[in-house]
């Protein structure tokens, strides 16, 4: 709390308007720094921060209105990424259904959180419709619906693919009654590769002697 103002922290990176657009999802928007006080409680409270300006992460919605059948992270080119639903937050369509397909390179494997999702087909506490559908795909195995939603369930879910693809599915129709009510949804993405495995260096020759006790050093 500071000057009768609340802050709040989230761990996932965005970029600036997709960061404005959550915070007012939320209610707020993104802090202000206006003065060195606010600048000095700030920092006692988060820390030090930077900008960057290479362009790693791909916003798979980008100059799109619509969305049918949308390829994300572009292996080798990616390894970060943001996907919404058309309009977010505040004019989700009618009915649409989407998919968006995130790709990393060979050996690597995706990470994706779901930020906010605010979905048609929610009813009585409980949703009536899995609207929004993660997918995954078990080397050469068809693709598997691991989990389906509606509303962000209280925390923000996190996911791990088996392989280097994933896969979100948005199936919003007009058999639906609450679409003027929604802001969509909001997802990140991250490709990482496997890191090989830590192997014992500058073991002695005559380490096969000894029974007893073994000390290893790790690099």
Known sequence: MFEERCYQKFPSPLVWWAAENYCQALGGHLAAVNTLEENDFLRDNIGNGWIGMKLVCDDCMARKTACGN?????????????????????????????????EGAPGSFITLLLLDVDLPGYSGGACTSRVLQVRDRFLTVGWNTIHGLCRGEGEQKRYVSSSNEMQLAMLATSSNSDFGDSRGFMATFNVSTFSTSRQVQNLPDDAGNFYTLFLFYFT
């Open 70 to 102: 949308i390829r994300c992270g572009i292996p080798d080119q990616y390894r970060c990424g943001l996907i919404y639903s058309p309009g977010y937050p505040t004019a989700f369509p009618s009915s649409v259904i989407c998919l968006w397909t995130i």
